[in-house]
């Protein structure tokens, strides 16, 4: 079962740092949102690997609670 | 009494009307900018509805009580739980010592707010406890609110129970669609027919590059009149560019061909046109929108724009609690 | 032009501008300040606050306490009381300011700006360019030799907006469009034909060309001229720039740093707009440093 992280605010996608097929360990920083010029940055809960992305990097407007990032 | 367990994205000590009687010197009233929402949070704990409560922006805090109490949450839905257990907005609630409230991502709108039976008793500054935080004035210690931080609030009985009735709740929009009211000028003589018909036609969409002190817009450019371009060079060449003048908040301040809504933690001078001003009743919507929302400008008059600040003060009132 | 008659603005359903004309004129600025202190003195009803600028003065009301109409009328009653300015003498702080021009700081914001938002001229060499000076050590000259009057604090707290009290120093260049995102603590910018100062690092539309390390905003108040306000400054004061290179600058923000530094004040003085007016006659305005 993949372990979904999901956009903790609205906002826009600042930086996307994985990939399909990324090995990552709990804590590593998946992707980092910008709201009212402030980093809100996402951490991976679980060591895995990324499954699939469905953010882009730029992507404006985006709500709170999207699926971002899986991992298995 | 309020122990910050976690701050949330940004949360601060705000009072209404605000810091007021230092425009001269650049302090902004700042303020909670939904003062609809906030005047009742205070109204349903037994508060003046003025009283210093928090804001808190798009992701919410979680607050641990150290004694009894009673608290209220309105404005953007937090998902606001008290030990885990969901409470209702738009009501008085009690709370005992060890409680923790936790707050987690607005659903609908952008703001919400939480007043507390006898209001938070940080020592004012300038005559406000409300926070401009980027210029380090107001509030705890002239910030947002940090993890570990206690935050004083005074002493009062508050009544648990109360409800806002439906009508007197903010009615925030699930389709990201706003009409905002906007009263012409100062400056609306510096823009052409077309561009006013251009802006009042328009979609505009509020940027991510938006905070508390001013709301960015993106959307059609601006074209001018002769005043724009037939003027004394020390105004600065450009067509938006006048003589440093005083702004009002919720000013559209057209910087070069960008529109920026000064609001509550806004900037109270500079050289750039303002052709239409938000009046204060309408700041509610601008308080819950979320980047990616769309606004459409509607004109009213001054006196329109007065008469909906009106109908909004006595909204804010006892006639709008249920017991 | 100073106008015949102010001009009164909406400004949404709380504010009024009231506009004395459309120039950097000493006068204007005397008009709006004189308003500003004749509406305290007079507890208008209904006013909230004031903030009077370089040729206007933004009146901000509570429209359940009066209306636009009313307010105009009490406005243009208080306008006629107000003598001519050719009158008026007062006290005039004259604060010297060392400031490093053509800096590294600030050339670095406009790098910034020209690599992540636009590409522009660099400030100096814009300004200049535009007023038809030799270069950039002509703008240095210029612009840092005119005492600049405070005609207004805003924009962030604490900020002065200053005109050149000499005309043969007067320059002129457009804001940035779009602004900048942010401009460093202390830097000395220009926009129209105001200069000013930025407290802290803000965003910003100025053109910027120098950096001051003399604090002129301190929440901590830990000099002696912070005694009264966390605002360095008020209207009436003068500036003048001392161009000064990056050595002093780093002695005199050391001494900022462990409190020891003096501020350069003269305070003896008084301005008197007569004796201004007839010194400003005795110009050869045509000529430039």
Redesign the interface.
Known sequence: MAEEVRT?????MWKVLVKAGDKVKAGDVLFIM?????E?PHEAPIDGTVKAVSVEEGQ??????TVAVEIE | MLEVIEPG??TSVQDWPGR????????PPSGPMDSWSFRLANLLVGNEPGAAGLEA???GPSLKFERDGVIAVTGADMQAKLDGAPIPMWESVAVKAGQTLQMA???TG?RGYIAIAGGIDTEPWLGSRST?H????GGME?QALKKGQVVPVAGANGKAGRKVIDKARTPIPTDKQWEIEV?????DDWIDEAGHKRFLGSDW?LS?????TGFRLDGPDWTFTKKATN????????P????????????INL????PIILVNDG??????V?PY?????AFWKLGQS????IYRFKAVS?EE??A???KL?ELCSEASIAK | MIYEEPKY???????M?I?FG???NLELNFMGQSL?QAVEENSVKGV???????????I?YE??EI??ADLKSEMRSLIETLGPSEDIELDSRLFYFPAVYLDPWTKEAVDDYCAKITEKEWDPEFIAR?NGLDGVEQFVRVHSGTEYWVA????????P?MMALDPRC?L????????RTWTPEGTVGM????TCIYP?A?PG??QIFGRTPVPIWD?QQRFPQFEE?I?LFKPGDRVKFVPCGLDEYEQVAAQVADGSYQYNLVGYQRFSVKNYKAWVESLDTASRF
């Open positions: 903790q605010t609205a906002g826009n910008e709201v009212m010029k402030m809100v404006e407007g985006l709500d709170a609670d | 994205l940004e007021l009687g230092y425009w001269n010197q650049g302090f922006q798009y992701i991502f607005a659903k952008a401009f980027k210029a380090g004035v002239g009263v012409a000028g100062p400056n969409k991510s590059k938006s905070d508390r003027k004394a060079p020390e105004h600065g060449s450009e938006s560019n006048i003589i440093d003048q005083g702004y009002p908040c919720g000013a910087a070069g061909q960008t900037p109270s001078m500079g050289g750039f303002n001003t938000v009046p204060r009743a979320k980047p990616g929302d001054v724009a007065q909906m600040a009106h003060r | 603005l909406t400004g949404g359903d709380r504010y501008l506009e459309d120039e950097m500003a909230i606050e004031t903030a009077p600028c370089f040729a206007s003065t933004l901000h429209p359940e209306k636009f535009l207004s604090l805003g924009f962030w707290p604490g900020l907006f007067m002129t260049a457009p804001k940035y469009n779009p602004p926009g129209g034909a105001s802290v803000t539309g100025y929440t306000s605002c």
